[in-house]
């Protein structure tokens, strides 16, 4: 009786022991750079002998979820890291000002559901909770964010260029059929940028394009993909962009489309939007993820017959007043013509190679250079400077000891920087370059 007494307490203290205090990891930030980080987190708790390790993630793919927990215990301390990817510039100003964001919980009725193997679709079972982050991953350094000390944000520690990352332009689905619709030009970018759309001729080069358009698509100012292709193409990040948003009825308001199969019907310039609590003007936000841009890009339902408006009132869409742009631009658009709309947008390489190889997005040179689905690290383009569409990667920590004191942070942060076991698929370093930027969107030059 005595030992089921003992046998009984050591399991209840075993238990208490096991929840009582765990170290949080938490991190944010890049959706582009996700996948990548979530193999890391993996490949850490491996590599540093954890014990009981299992995790779970929102969706049925790993590594393209927002949100994803994983725990194990590693020299007797347990870990719990969770991810909760919303963009760049969101992440750095979420760490920066400790701002509590959206993550799994964590708790026995959680543990008993995660799995050595990775348990799919854990958001279905679980209701989120709120956590302050540790880490940002950012497609920029912090100097180009929105979020500087100079406006009043915690200067964050800088982990220095973990890799690179690969950005490519991509044109709708419809372009597949259009042969000429095959380059985008940092000048061609920064009057998308500008005013959200322009004559396809612009493309093509073809008297008969003059009086088809070609539209842009993207993200929300919480995208450092955003970012870096403003940058990129010399437009400036303080000032307000264009963009349209796929909408599959005339109803006012409707939500955008994010899916490859839903009817699109319209264009409209993205309405005005609430990010992180600021107010973004009508045209100027976009897709809060890569995964859902790319998925309107590649929905096969573009065609020449989607209207083009100008905003959207109670009585459903027209061609008035409330675009951020002169109205007379619409003069030589009409869709009932024969013209052409073909959707134009700038996305992660990892958000477009599967929809590029599947034949669903059309990859569009830059500035006259093209990579397609190739080994990056040995891309003669990417490699040898000729293709400039590209960033480091930054992980950015609120402690000014996040890479030394926390060991799991530690041996994220040196898998990434190293490819540390070869766990990362597709991985471009900044060793594997010829070339370097001293900043970001700035010229590329040689390191040898």
């Known amino acids: 009786m005595k030992k089921m007494i003992l046998a009984g307490a050591l399991a209840i203290m075993t238990s208490v022991s096991l929840f009582a205090d765990p170290v949080y990891v938490n991190f944010t930030g890049s959706s582009a750079y996700r996948s990548f980080t979530e193999t890391a987190i993996k490949a850490a708790f491996t590599n540093l002998g954890a014990t009981g390790f299992k995790y779970g993630y929102q969706g049925t793919k790993f590594g393209s979820g927002t949100y994803a927990i994983f725990t194990g215990t590693i020299s007797s301390q347990q870990y719990v890291v969770r991810t909760s990817w919303s963009g760049s510039e969101a992440g750095i100003k979420m760490v920066s000002t400790q701002t509590a964001i959206p993550y799994f919980p964590y708790d026995t009725a959680v543990d008993a559901l995660l799995t050595s193997g990775g348990t799919p679709s854990l958001e279905a079972s679980v209701t989120l909770t709120t956590a302050i982050p540790n880490y940002a991953l950012s497609d920029t350094a912090q100097a180009a964010s929105a979020y500087t000390p100079a406006k009043g944000y915690t200067k964050l520690t800088?982990?220095?260029?973990?890799?690179v990352n690969v950005f490519k332009w991509v044109a709708s689905n419809n372009a597949s059929s259009l042969t000429k619709v095959s380059n985008m030009t940092s000048q061609l970018a920064k009057t998308m940028f500008a005013q959200g759309f322009a004559p396809l001729a612009l493309m093509t080069a073809s008297t008969a394009d003059q009086t088809s358009l070609v539209a842009l698509l993207g993200r929300n100012p919480d995208s450092g993909t955003r970012v870096t292709a403003v940058l990129e193409s010399g437009y400036s990040t303080t000032d307000a962009v264009v963009q349209f948003e796929p909408i599959s009825t005339t109803t006012e308001f409707t939500s955008a489309v994010s899916a490859t199969n839903s009817a699109i019907v319209a264009l409209q310039p993205w309405p005005t939007d609430k990010v992180n609590g600021s107010i973004v003007s009508s045209g100027n936000s976009g897709y809060s993820s890569g995964?859902?841009?790319?998925?309107?890009?590649?929905?096969?339902?573009?065609?020449?017959?989607?209207?083009?408006?100008?905003?959207?009132?109670?009585?459903?869409?027209?061609?008035?007043?409330?675009?951020?742009?002169?109205?007379?631009?619409?003069?030589?658009?009409?869709?009932?013509?024969?013209?052409?709309?073909?959707?134009?947008?700038?996305?992660?390489?990892?958000?477009?190679?599967?929809?590029?190889?599947?034949?669903?997005?059309?990859?569009?040179?830059?500035?006259?250079?093209?990579?397609?689905?190739?080994?990056?690290?040995?891309?003669?383009?990417?490699?040898?400077?000729?293709?400039?569409?590209?960033?480091?990667?930054?992980?950015?920590?609120?402690?000014?000891?996040?890479?030394?004191?926390?060991?799991?942070?530690?041996?994220?942060?040196?898998?990434l920087t190293t490819n540390k076991g070869n766990v990362l698929t597709?991985?471009?370093?900044?060793?594997?370059?010829?070339?370097?930027?001293?900043?970001?969107?700035?010229?590329?030059?040689?390191?040898?």
């Open 291 to 415: 995964g859902s841009l790319a998925k309107a890009m590649a929905n096969a339902n573009w065609s020449s017959s989607i209207g083009l408006y100008t905003d959207v009132t109670s009585s459903g869409l027209n061609d008035g007043t409330g675009m951020p742009v002169s109205d007379a631009l619409y003069a030589t658009y009409d869709n009932t013509t024969g013209n052409t709309l073909v959707g134009v947008a700038y996305l992660a390489a990892s958000d477009a190679d599967s929809y590029i190889t599947a034949g669903t997005l059309v990859e569009l040179a830059y500035n006259g250079y093209k990579l397609g689905a190739v080994t990056y690290a040995s891309a003669a383009d990417l490699v040898q400077g000729r293709y400039t569409f590209w960033s480091y990667e930054h992980m950015l920590s609120y402690s000014t000891t996040g890479f030394t004191s926390n060991a799991l942070a530690k041996e994220v942060k040196t898998i």
């Open 158 to 163: 800088d982990s220095g260029a973990l890799g």
């Open 426 to 448: 597709n991985v471009v370093l900044p060793a594997n370059l010829a070339v370097q930027r001293n900043a970001d969107g700035a010229f590329v030059y040689t390191n040898y």
